[in-house]
């Protein structure tokens, strides 16, 4: 009997420290990984008794980086349980400011989480401690790769600008509400907004999409290497007036495709540190957290869709889409992610052109007080979902479905791993520090901010600040 060999990447990603990744090698083969998420947060809980018009404040606060898309799901959400209706330039206005938010993260993921796997910075901070492993840029290339790196950052900003224009202030906005958008629309806005992204369009044409192709060039294998699988979802997103969306919905399962249907999502938590319960809708879940949960090994749950695992993100949405791609794997993520971004950008320009000046961007009027709303939309990394229950206006009920959790989730009552989890099976090792396995890994923009909404209900503690 081979012993295997254990190795953990702690913590995982560039930013959100709480991933981390178990790996169990045998001859520099990875034959099983964990993945688990060791920060425990709190949100479902808190939203509890809150007002449902609050909703897309809040739940921004479950991310920074990708806080419209809570803002948005939260706003749909409530607007179904209500009986509101949002007017077109609200909907426009909406994608509007997503939009931006999109454009910064796949910016920011893409300079700082994944190029930096690739080239070599200077002896700087954050390029240092070096990886030495598998280098394959020459030194003009790392030269020019460092450059960009730090231009993006200034693109970046140039984004949340614009969405501050209609947003008020980035990150989270004020200008996501139930019943359509806060802000309105006049010709200085939509200038500026359009000056913004003819900017970012320029920086995708001119630098992003040539470092996409070369690295993609330089490391041909990671096309393929860290595929899913197989499975794919999106439940379509950045809705338009008269109903169609740029990012259609769907899912494919086992090769086959099919239409979206919420009614097949569930979560389990039978490996996580929650009390136990098997395969449940989200409407109908009730999570109560266990840290000595003896199966437990993360705090994220185990969504599936008709009981799989399913990937999500920018190469979902792509193949979803029927648009081509270079392949399933680690820079085929890569490539999705960027294409889409200069898709996205191209997109704003239209929406634009459809705003009307002086037209109603907020509808405030209620069909009623109570009911029950599910929130659906494509976030930066994947698939979003929020459902609630509201009574007299507050919330009674709430849970959310994040895209690092369907990418992420521990195993289910099966077994069955994650897509992160099977995407490392069968990997070759070579480097100590496992970086073939953190490509991978980072390639699917993993946010473990977002993972863990729930507070620990029994053990309260009392924080003084001085001001």
Not at 13 to 38: C, F, N, Q
Not at 324 to 342: D, F, M, N, P
Not at 367 to 376: A, E, K, R, T, V
Request: net charge neutral; with cysteine; hydrophobic share 35%.
């Amino acid at each position: 009997m081979n012993i295997l060999e254990k190795k953990t990447i702690f913590p995982m990603t560039r930013i959100h420290s709480p991933m981390l990744v178990e790996a169990w090698l045998e001859d520099g083969e990875i034959k099983d990984a964990y993945i688990s998420d060791t920060l425990y947060r709190g949100f479902e809980q808190i939203l509890i008794g809150r007002s449902a018009m609050d909703m897309p404040y809040y739940t921004q606060r479950i991310c920074g980086i990708c806080s419209s898309a809570h803002a948005i799901t939260a706003a749909v959400a409530v607007e179904q349980a209500l009986g509101m209706q949002v007017p077109p330039n609200g909907l426009l206005i909406r994608n509007l400011i997503l939009a931006s938010d999109f454009i910064q993260n796949h910016f920011r993921h893409l300079y700082l989480y994944t190029f930096p796997d690739y080239f070599r910075g200077p002896d700087i901070a954050p390029f240092i401690p070096h990886s030495e492993s598998d280098q394959r840029l020459s030194s003009k290339e790392n030269t020019t790769m460092t450059e960009h790196y730090f231009k993006s950052f200034e693109i970046a900003r140039t984004a949340h600008a614009a969405f501050a224009v209609f947003g008020g202030k980035a990150p989270h906005g004020h200008g996501i509400v139930p019943g359509g958008a806060s802000m309105e629309v006049d010709a200085d806005k939509v200038n500026r907004y359009r000056g913004y992204l003819m900017e970012i369009i320029g920086f995708i044409d001119d630098v992003l999409l040539p470092d996409v192709t070369l690295i993609r060039e330089r490391y041909p294998e990671y096309v393929d290497l860290g595929k899913g699988v197989g499975n794919y979802l999106s439940v379509g997103g950045f809705q338009l007036p008269g109903g169609s969306t740029l990012f259609p919905p769907g899912v494919i399962l086992q090769g086959k495709r099919e239409a979206f249907d919420e009614k097949h999502v569930t979560e389990d938590v039978t490996n996580a540190w929650y009390k136990p319960h098997g395969p449940l809708h989200p409407s109908e879940e009730d999570t109560v957290p266990d840290h000595n949960q003896p199966k437990g090994y993360t705090w994220v749950k185990s969504p599936r869709y008709r009981g799989q695992p399913v990937e999500v993100g920018p190469l979902a949405r792509a193949v979803i889409q029927g648009e081509a791609v270079i392949g399933q794997g680690a820079l085929a993520r890569t490539w999705a992610r960027s294409l889409e971004l200069k898709k996205i950008a191209k997109a704003t320009l239209l929406w634009l052109n459809r705003l009307e000046p002086g037209a109603e961007t907020y509808n405030g009027k209620k069909g009623q007080d109570s009911g029950i709303g599910i929130g659906l939309h494509e976030a930066m990394r994947g698939t979003l979902g929020h459902w609630i229950s509201v009574k007299d206006g507050r919330v009674n009920h709430y849970q959310i479905i994040t895209p690092s959790a369907l990418n992420f989730g521990a195993r289910d009552e099966k077994g069955t791993r994650s897509v992160g989890e099977s995407s490392l099976l069968g990997l070759k090792v070579k480097s100590e520090d496992l970086k073939e396995a953190g490509r991978i890994i980072r390639s699917f923009d993993p946010c473990f901010s977002c993972s863990v909404h729930i507070i620990d209900g029994v053990n309260l503690y009392n924080l003084k600040i001085q001001v």
